[in-house]
């Protein structure tokens, strides 16, 4: 039976696994995952779970990866600089929402052209003003995107736009048709658009994941996990990343059935940057029929149902002034934790901690420290930015030593927008250290990190904390809380419900049962499988507070490099066939329109063109034994006491296990 390794590349942890065949996990190992270049981690993992299982590199026949990469980057606001162009739409980008708030500050283009329902031209595409355009972003944007007006009824615009940004610029272009067949021009242009700011990283982290398994003496072929849990050859990965959104959680779900073989269940999967939550329905991950939704954004990938929340053990620990009482929120951004970078920088972080808890007067800055990501794209800096760039250099540094001036707290916030610069601070990790329930990286350095924060004055003028034991117990409670909050707002959403209930006065009061003249009960009436490296150090008592089953497998801290080997390979083609007149039946095909008198002879078409591409697709991506589906959504409408055929969608899938190198 051949061996199989599986790599997720976590926010904090890049985990590996050997497994024989999809019978048993062989050896499991962790490695800290490596933000400036993540194929160090991947190597560091990969070598280790090698040397525990005296397992040979030659015996690999395939290996997987599942990544967070392209969800982090999303959550935080990261990724490289895109343009838009925006081809024959009514409204501009900046009146869209959601396309607004997904553009920002990058540079968009708004032509003249775009298509029909029918698939005719609507107006001839400007490519004047697109060539003055692409000569004026040459260079300052990391990739392009296109969106056009019914692009997926009749891709022409689209493809030459692309034609020629390739021509001109040389750099990667994500046309919205090849990323959906669905229709919804601006949410086909959010997703475009953020496909081309991930092309970079993913296109990095790929190609060097291959590098170091080939230098590793691994010459099995790459797959990458998809949004949906399904497989994919590392060229499409490369192509359309924008599919690997979900991609760690995605491959969570389907190590959760592995390893548990629950049937319905929550699923969350907490990791460093964020808490992950699913619905196991019969045994398979619900989809989103609405598309993958990561923090603000609402995309057309299709991808599991899933709730992803800025919430982890490696969340940045926030004060709350508001109230007599003070208290602390957490995240949505992930920082490096004290502890962490204390244990790869000593000589900086250690003496800086006993400097500051020395002194007398808190500092606003206290417990926080900046360093640059070595190898970060600079593209597109300011020159503020740029400065205090340069300023930083290679080194750990105090925040408040870096900082000169307030107006300089905006160009730092772009940095770590940008994925530039990372911060440090105050994390749940630093307070498990404390508490003792983790002794990975330096106590001392968590300690000290407690005593700073808890210095704070609440608007009683008392300290927000008097001792690093109280103050880690305060935030390892509010992870709690919030982990809480995140598992009913999944219920209610399961149930029908607005998932803003889940923090309404009496589903708290339910959940916290204070007594009183009024009883209310509240909780989860399904269990929560737990996932993560530190499920099991935070997740007992999220079971008690919901008052529901929580089981924590002993894998559970590798399920997602466990569900990155276990997963098919399926490809999906959809087409659509409408009526631009009684008796006319026009395909919409990616080289054209075509047009039948005769139904029956338009489906027979797109079915035969749809097969053909599923298969060569799939076959691409490596999969071989394959099964095909097919199916037809025929839409008709009464017409004088007749039926008239509307439209009609196809969708073809085709899935298999992935080819076994021999």
């Known amino acids: 039976m051949s061996i199989l390794l599986g790599v997720d590349t976590g926010g904090t942890y890049t985990d590996a696994v050997l497994m024989r065949g999809e019978e048993a996990v062989i050896a499991r190992a962790k490695a800290l995952t490596t933000r400036g270049d993540l194929a160090i981690g991947v190597g560091a993992a990969v070598r280790a779970v090698l040397a525990s299982s005296g397992v040979a590199a030659e015996e690999i026949g395939l290996a997987s990866l599942s990544t967070t990469l392209a969800t982090n980057a999303l959550v935080e606001g990261q990724g490289g600089r895109g343009a838009l162009i925006y081809v024959g739409f009514d409204t501009v980008p900046a009146d869209t929402p959601g396309l607004a708030e997904a553009l920002g500050d990058d540079p968009v283009c708004v032509l003249a052209g775009g298509h029909r329902h029918d698939g005719s031209a609507a107006a001839v595409l400007d490519e004047a003003a697109l060539l003055s355009f692409l000569e004026a972003q040459r260079g300052a944007v990391s990739g392009f995107a296109v969106a056009a007006q019914f692009a997926t009824r009749n891709p022409a615009h689209e493809q030459r736009v692309a034609q020629l940004v390739r021509e001109i610029t040389g750099a990667p272009i994500s046309a919205s048709h090849q990323l959906s067949s669905k229709l919804g021009g601006p949410k086909r242009a959010v997703t475009a658009l953020l496909n081309a700011r991930l092309i970079g990283m993913i296109d990095t982290l790929i190609g060097r994941a291959q590098d170091v398994l080939a230098t590793l003496g691994i010459s099995a072929p790459l797959m990458v996990v998809r949004g949906d849990g399904a497989l994919m050859s590392a060229a499409q990965a490369r192509a359309r990343p924008i599919e690997t959104i979900l991609s760690g959680p995605a491959a969570s779900i389907v190590g959760a059935r592995w390893l548990t073989g629950a049937t319905h269940a929550l699923v969350s999967d907490i990791g460093g940057t964020t808490t992950d939550v699913a619905m196991l329905r019969d045994g398979r991950p619900a989809i989103d029929p609405m598309g993958a939704q990561v923090g603000q954004h609402r995309t057309m990938v299709e991808a599991v149902a899933m709730r992803t929340t800025g919430l982890g053990g490696d969340s940045e620990v926030h004060f709350v002034a508001e109230g007599l009482t003070g208290g602390v929120t957490l995240g949505p951004r992930r920082v490096v934790p004290v502890s962490l970078l204390a244990h790869e920088a000593p000589d900086v972080v250690l003496p800086a901690l006993e400097a500051q808890a020395r002194s007398t007067l808190p500092g606003e800055m206290d417990g926080r420290f900046v360093r640059a990501v070595p190898g970060a794209r600079r593209e597109g800096l300011g020159p503020r930015e740029a400065a205090l760039l340069d300023r930083i250099g290679d080194a750990v540094h105090p925040l408040g030593d870096v900082l000169r001036a307030r107006v300089e707290i905006g160009a730092l916030r772009r940095l770590v927008s940008r994925g530039v610069?990372?911060?440090?601070?105050?994390?749940?990790?630093?307070?498990?250290?404390?508490?003792?329930?983790?002794?990975?990286?330096?106590?001392r350095a968590a300690e000290l990190a407690c005593h700073l924060f808890g210095r704070r004055r609440t608007g009683a003028g008392d300290l927000l904390s008097p001792d690093p034991e109280r103050m880690a117990q305060m935030v390892v409670d509010q992870l709690t809380r919030q982990t809480a909050v995140v598992l009913l707002q999944a219920g209610l959403a399961e149930d029908g419900l607005?998932?803003?209930?889940?923090?309404?006065?009496?589903?708290?009061?339910?959940?916290?049962?204070?007594?009183?003249?009024?009883?209310?009960?509240?909780?989860?009436?399904?269990?929560?499988?737990?996932?993560?490296?530190?499920?099991?150090?935070?997740?007992?008592?999220?079971?008690?507070?919901?008052?529901?089953?929580?089981?924590?497998?002993?894998?559970?801290?590798?399920?997602?490099?466990?569900?990155?080997?276990?997963?098919?390979?399926?490809?999906?083609?959809?087409?659509?066939?409408?009526?631009?007149?009684?008796?006319?039946?026009?395909?919409?095909?990616?080289?054209?329109?075509?047009?039948?008198?005769?139904?029956?002879?338009?489906?027979?078409?797109?079915?035969?063109?749809?097969?053909?591409?599923?298969?060569?697709?799939?076959?691409?991506?490596?999969?071989?034994?394959?099964?095909?589906?097919?199916?037809?959504?025929?839409?008709t409408a009464q017409a004088e006491a007749r039926e008239v055929f509307v439209e009609a969608v196809?969708?073809?899938?085709?899935?298999?296990?992935?080819?076994?190198?021999?």
């Open 421 to 443: 610069v990372q911060l440090s601070a105050l994390t749940p990790s630093d307070a498990a250290h404390v508490l003792g329930a983790l002794d990975t990286w330096d106590a």
């Open 498 to 635: 607005p998932s803003d209930l889940a923090e309404h006065v009496l589903m708290q009061r339910g959940l916290a049962r204070p007594g009183g003249a009024v009883r209310v009960e509240t909780g989860l009436a399904v269990p929560v499988v737990g996932l993560g490296a530190s499920a099991r150090t935070y997740y007992p008592a999220v079971g008690a507070v919901l008052r529901t089953s929580m089981e924590l497998p002993e894998d559970g801290g590798v399920a997602n490099a466990i569900g990155a080997v276990v997963g098919r390979v399926t490809v999906r083609k959809s087409g659509t066939i409408t009526s631009p007149g009684e008796g006319q039946f026009r395909v919409h095909l990616p080289g054209g329109l075509e047009d039948f008198s005769d139904q029956d002879a338009a489906l027979e078409r797109l079915q035969l063109v749809l097969e053909d591409e599923a298969n060569t697709d799939a076959r691409s991506a490596g999969a071989e034994d394959v099964e095909m589906r097919v199916h037809r959504d025929i839409r």
């Open 650 to 662: 196809l969708t073809i899938e085709v899935s298999g296990r992935p080819r076994v190198a021999g």
